[in-house]
């Protein structure tokens, strides 16, 4: 099977869970590999036979349709027979269910298992129950490494490098599994991370992650280079975190006024799906000049063909096959 030339040796990473314990090596590894994805992507845009032969199952219990797509879109620009299973999660129960879900998809005999699921932890779970790799492609609040490597990877075209940005993340952190993935990401690669957003809306705990909590967006928006909107995950709350989309938008949604006292080359993004007129205002949200969001999603097919290439790659050698 023939595989790309990257430099990859140091990199051993049998699933991808999270970014939480990767180390700035291993994240520049696996940027770079990325980087040369959108080349070759922009360059031939033709398939590669990287992954012939091999089998990856996107296995969603929540829906999605950019994150599958780009994965689905991943997995066959390499080459590779992507097989799309969607689970009904009002139908699946925790525990034994998902343990049964873990055999199933075992006796398939997948190389790669992509899997996004409503519970935090679940992935790592049916990780350790599986014998091929395993991609978290959302996991609840927790994580969601494939979008922090994309949104890195947008950022580091645009600005050069990581290191010392200064990164605001603002609206629903609570919810947010980007965040979280986010802060880990811009922490171990030298960028300050603020973090914005009405109180309701912030784990008690974020400070820990070491980031400054602003609860006033033109305070927590003062000369930052990147702003990383959030949506406001409704589905996810009990209750009500906001008096109003109104006035939520008028507090925390991003719009010119408020974008003014960011630095004048400050960049917008926002991982989608985008709520228009809740947290971003739609001119600034197609801004070419300063939105980044079309070029996220170009980004996510890279990311994604990075890490179903390194991780396939370390399970010809996880075997001891040839190379
Ligand atoms: C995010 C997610 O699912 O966590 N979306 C995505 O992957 N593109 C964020 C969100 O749903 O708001």
Same mark, same amino acid.
């Given at each position: 099977m023939s595989q790309s030339v990257f430099p990859v040796g140091r990199l051993r990473l049998r699933h991808l869970l999270g970014i939480e314990g990767l180390s700035a090596e291993e994240i520049t590894l696996l940027l770079d590999l990325s980087e040369s994805y959108v080349e070759q992507n922009r360059a031939r845009g033709g398939k590669s /036979?990287?992954? #012939?032969?091999?089998?990856?199952?996107?296995? @969603? @219990?929540?829906?999605s349709t950019r994150t599958r797509t780009s994965f689905e879109l991943a997995g066959k620009r390499l080459g590779g027979d992507v097989v799309n299973m969607s689970a009904e999660v009002s139908s699946i129960k925790k525990g034994e269910t998902l343990m049964d879900t873990a055999v199933t998809m075992n006796a398939m005999l997948p190389d790669v298992l992509i899997? #996004? $699921?409503? %519970? /935090? *932890?679940? =992935?790592?779970?049916? /990780?350790?129950? =599986? %014998?091929?790799? =395993?991609?978290?492609? *959302? %996991? *609840?609040? $927790?994580e969601h490494p494939t979008q922090a490597l994309l949104d890195a990877l947008a950022i580091r075209r645009h600005k050069k490098r990581l290191q010392g940005l200064l990164v605001a993340i603002c609206g629903d952190i609570l919810h947010s599994r980007v965040a979280r993935s986010n802060i880990h990401l811009l922490a171990t690669m030298g960028a300050r991370v603020r973090v914005v957003g009405p109180p309701t809306l912030m784990p008690t705990a974020i400070a820990r992650m070491g980031v400054e909590v602003f609860h006033d967006m033109r305070k927590g928006l003062e000369g930052v280079d990147i702003v990383m909107m959030l949506r406001l995950q409704t589905e996810r709350m009990q209750g009500n975190f906001v008096p109003s989309v109104r006035e939520y938008f008028r507090h925390y949604g991003l719009d010119y006024e408020k974008l003014s006292v960011a630095k004048p080359d400050?960049?917008?993004m926002h991982p989608g799906p985008m709520n228009r007129g809740v947290e971003i205002d739609s001119e600034v949200a197609d801004d070419v000049d300063r939105s980044l969001i079309r070029e996220q999603v170009e980004m996510g097919v890279a990311v994604r063909m990075a890490c179903l290439d390194l991780l396939t790659r370390n399970l010809v050698s996880n075997t001891g096959g040839a190379t």
């Open positions: /036979s990287l992954l #012939r032969g091999r089998t990856i199952i996107n296995l @969603f @219990f929540e829906n899997v #996004r $699921h409503p %519970d /935090s *932890g679940a =992935v790592k779970l049916l /990780s350790e129950k =599986v %014998d091929c790799a =395993v991609i978290n492609a *959302g %996991d *609840g609040t $927790h400050a960049l917008i």
